[in-house]
C-alpha cells in the first residue's frame, strides 16, 4: 500500500526540454478546450441568477458570443501561464514529463503506471467522499439556505472536466510551479527541497480556495463559517491535487481532479 502512494513519475530533464514547444502547444489547446467547456454551465449559472432576480447579469443572445470571448481570453491566459510553467518555472522540474514522453514516441505502458494513475484516482475519490460527509454532518448541525438552484448534474458533469483540465494548469503548472521556483531562487537551490515543494503546494492551494468563494457567493451568502468551509476544503483538494502533480505529473493530476469533481458534484451533491 505504501509503494502505492509513494511511486514517482520519472522526470527527464533532457526530454522535456527537447519536446517543451510540443508540450506548451498540447497544453495550451487543453487549456483552450478546457475554458470551453465551462461555457454551458457559466450560461446556465446567469440564466438562474436573472430567474432569481439579479440584474446585474447579463447573457450574451448567442453562444457563439461567448466561444469567441472566452476563446480569445482563454489563449492570452494559457499563452501566460505556459510560459510561466515551461519556461520560467522550468528548474522546478515539474511540467508536464507523461506529455512530453508522448512525443519521444514511447509506448503508453512505458509512460503510465497503472498503479499511479489508479491510486490518484482512488485518492482524489476518497477526499470527495470525505468531504461529502462532513457536508452531511453540516447540514445536520448548521444547514446553509441555497440563494439560488444549482445547475443540474448535466452541467456538472461538464464543468468537472473543464475545472479539472484548466485549474490545475493554472494552479499546478503555473502557481504552484512558480512557487517553487521563486523559493529555489531565494534560497539559491539547484534542486527544490521537500519543504520548498510542500509550502508551495501550501501557497498554491490557498490561492485555490479564494478563486473559489466568488462562485461560492452565487449559491450562498458568504459568511465567516461558509468562508471557512470553502477554504478549508479547497485547501485539503488543492492540496491533495499538488501532491499528485508533484509525484504523477500534469497529466495525471488532471485525470485525479475530474475523477474529485464527478465524485463530488456528480455523484454527490455538496449542498
Do not use: C
Request: proline share 3%.
Amino acid at each position: 500500500m505504501k509503494r502505492l502512494f509513494t511511486s514517482s513519475v520519472i522526470q527527464n530533464k533532457e526530454e522535456k526540454l527537447s519536446y517543451r514547444r510540443q508540450v506548451a502547444l498540447t497544453v495550451l489547446v487543453l487549456f483552450i478546450v478546457g475554458s470551453l467547456l465551462n461555457i454551458p454551465f457559466s450560461r446556465e449559472l446567469k440564466r438562474l441568477q436573472i430567474e432569481a432576480g439579479r440584474t446585474d447579469i447579463r447573457l450574451n443572445a448567442s453562444v457563439f458570443d461567448d466561444i469567441f470571448l472566452i476563446g480569445i481570453s482563454s489563449l492570452a491566459l494559457g499563452l501566460i501561464v505556459v510560459f510561466i510553467g515551461l519556461w520560467i518555472s522550468s528548474r522546478a522540474n515539474l511540467g508536464a514529463p507523461l506529455i512530453a514522453g508522448f512525443f519521444s514516441k514511447k509506448k503508453i505502458k512505458e509512460l503510465v503506471n497503472r498503479n499511479d494513475l489508479l491510486s490518484s484516482v482512488l485518492l482524489a475519490s476518497i477526499a470527495a467522499i470525505f468531504l461529502l460527509g462532513l457536508f452531511e454532518l453540516q447540514k445536520e448541525y448548521y444547514p446553509i439556505t441555497s440563494i439560488i438552484s444549482r445547475p443540474s448534474k448535466l452541467f456538472y458533469f461538464l464543468v468537472s472536466f473543464s475545472a479539472g483540465i484548466t485549474e490545475e494548469i493554472l494552479f499546478r503548472l503555473g502557481l504552484m510551479s512558480l512557487f517553487i521556483t521563486i523559493i529555489q531562487f531565494l534560497k539559491q537551490a539547484e534542486n527544490p527541497s521537500n519543504r520548498t515543494i510542500w509550502t508551495s503546494i501550501g501557497i498554491s492551494a490557498i490561492f485555490f480556495g479564494l478563486i473559489h468563494l466568488p462562485l461560492q457567493k452565487n449559491f450562498v451568502e458568504l459568511t465567516p463559517f461558509t468562508i471557512s468551509v470553502t477554504m478549508i476544503g479547497n485547501v485539503i483538494t488543492g492540496s491533495t491535487f499538488g501532491w499528485i502533480f508533484w509525484k504523477r505529473g500534469l497529466l495525471i493530476a488532471i485525470i485525479a481532479h475530474i475523477a474529485f469533481d464527478l465524485v463530488f458534484h456528480v455523484i454527490g451533491t455538496p449542498y
